[in-house]
């Protein structure tokens, strides 16, 4: 076999990377659970499934046999005036799945694509019952995505500061951050709860929605804000008449502990974007859900008031078979007991950390985790790439976002293979 690097080096371009610093991307053969096999047979536990796709493991044998049997049945048929049954079945499970009021999906390719769709339903939501709405609300260090609309709603990240004046304003204002033993927890949201408030009294009406990530924000260095201010943040939306989108790409699927980030709270969305561990992390597929009252707003008797969006393989029966199958995982079971385990050895595994004196802020929901560290790296510092690559030479998969070091395993990993991991960066920071 041929090495997959210098093939690689030749002709490929990789995202997020600077090729000329970061070493060389290492070439991967196989996947087999919580593993991943490079070329030389090296075996490398994924601690972070895959930039947070990949739910019950790599190559799960009934995912891949969903899919295998669907592409022998039907590979695609375009969802324009056609449909098929993996779309339909789907669409009815995920309705099921999620907290009650959601009513409608539409499908598309991954999570940017499902928070542009989610904007111009709210934005054409608002135009069709004749208010012209152009302000979104949203939340600093925010990340919904990597096109131009999705860059704008995530605009606090500071990712893509060179595409800024490509990008439309928005009303940004602090996520509430908060961490295990936070003493300023309430006084930080009811700070930001009013600030919302005060500028919503004003702008209400000029507002088409607010967009967050509910419980955590991932790429923004996975910060946690608690329940109890997404519920008021709900209700500020509800009693200022306001759309609000949730943007669950990475919180959906059992990752905060509950199907859902909105299972949390009792007071479901407007709008829901749906996508990496939807397929199980097998392939790409997104899905946007909203309430019967937002589809109802786009029925008329012309294209006009019509949503004008589609992808050439919008609902692809191979990724919706994926979905089918990887939900159909999830509702085990022996699943539901697996993310609960690790919920309780994430509290264990922060404990190890905290005792090194190297790190602060330790946080959990669910299956992910997280600790910043105490020296200062910036995002893509040379330091923070130094770490993953330190981690990645032990055998374990772990990508510090900065100096956030945080743990989001497939749900199949054991609970010595994820304490190991917590030894392991806890030797590594000590060094
Ligand atoms: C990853 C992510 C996205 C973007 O999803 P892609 O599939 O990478 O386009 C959007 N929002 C959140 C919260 C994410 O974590």
């Known amino acids: 076999m041929t090495n997959l690097e210098d093939g690689d080096r030749q002709y490929v371009w990789h995202p997020s990377t600077q090729h000329m610093r970061d070493r060389h991307p290492l070439g991967i053969v196989r996947g087999e659970g919580a593993y991943i096999v490079d070329e030389s047979g090296r075996r490398i536990l994924d601690a972070i499934s895959s930039w947070w796709v990949t739910l019950h493991g790599h190559s799960h044998p009934k995912i891949a046999k969903a899919i295998a049997d669907q592409a022998a049945k039907l590979e695609h048929v375009m969802f324009g005036g056609f449909t098929h049954e993996p779309a339909v079945q789907l669409a009815e499970r995920l309705i099921s799945l999620l907290p009650g009021g959601f009513g409608k999906v539409f499908y598309s390719d991954n999570g940017t694509t499902a928070v542009e769709v989610a904007l111009k339903m709210a934005i054409q939501y608002w135009r ?92 923004g260095g996975m910060r946690m804000c608690s329940v109890e201010f997404l519920q008021k943040l709900e209700s500020l939306a509800k009693s200022f008449g306001i759309l609000s989108i949730y943007d669950e790409a990475m919180t959906g699927f059992g990752r905060t502990g509950q199907h859902f980030a909105c299972t949390h709270t009792g007071a479901p969305p407007d709008i829901i974007c749906l996508a990496k561990g939807l397929t199980g992390g097998f392939l790409p597929l997104a899905a946007t859900v909203c309430r019967n009252e937002i589809y109802d707003a786009f029925l008329g008797d012309s294209m006009d008031c019509a949503l004008f969006h589609g992808h050439s393989y919008t609902a692809n029966p191979l990724g919706c078979a994926a979905a089918l199958a990887s939900m159909e995982l999830l509702l085990t079971e022996a699943t539901q007991a697996r993310i609960a385990r690790i919920g309780a050895v994430h509290v264990e595994g922060l404990g190890v950390l905290m005792k090194t004196g190297r790190v602060e802020k330790a946080r959990h929901y669910g299956t992910v985790a997280a600790v910043n560290l105490t020296d200062a790296m910036g995002y893509g510092s040379n330091a923070s790439v130094r770490l993953r690559e330190r981690f990645l030479d032990r055998g374990v998969l772990i990508r510090p976002i900065g100096a956030v070091v945080y743990l989001l395993p497939p749900y199949c990993i054991s609970d010595r293979e994820l304490m190991d991991a917590y030894e392991l960066i806890a030797e590594e920071i000590r060094n």
């Open 128 to 219: 069709n019952r004749g208010e012209k709405r152009d302000r979104f609300l949203c939340f600093e260090g925010g990340y919904h995505g990597d096109c131009f609309g999705a860059m704008s709603v995530g605009n606090g990240c500071k990712l893509h500061t060179v595409f800024d004046a490509f990008l439309f304003s928005v009303d940004g204002f602090p996520y509430p951050e908060t961490w295990d033993g936070d003493e300023e927890r309430a006084v930080k949201e009811s700070r930001v709860l009013s600030q919302i408030e005060e500028h919503l009294k004003k702008h209400h009406a000029d507002t088409a929605a607010l967009i967050i990530e509910p419980l955590i924000q991932g790429s």
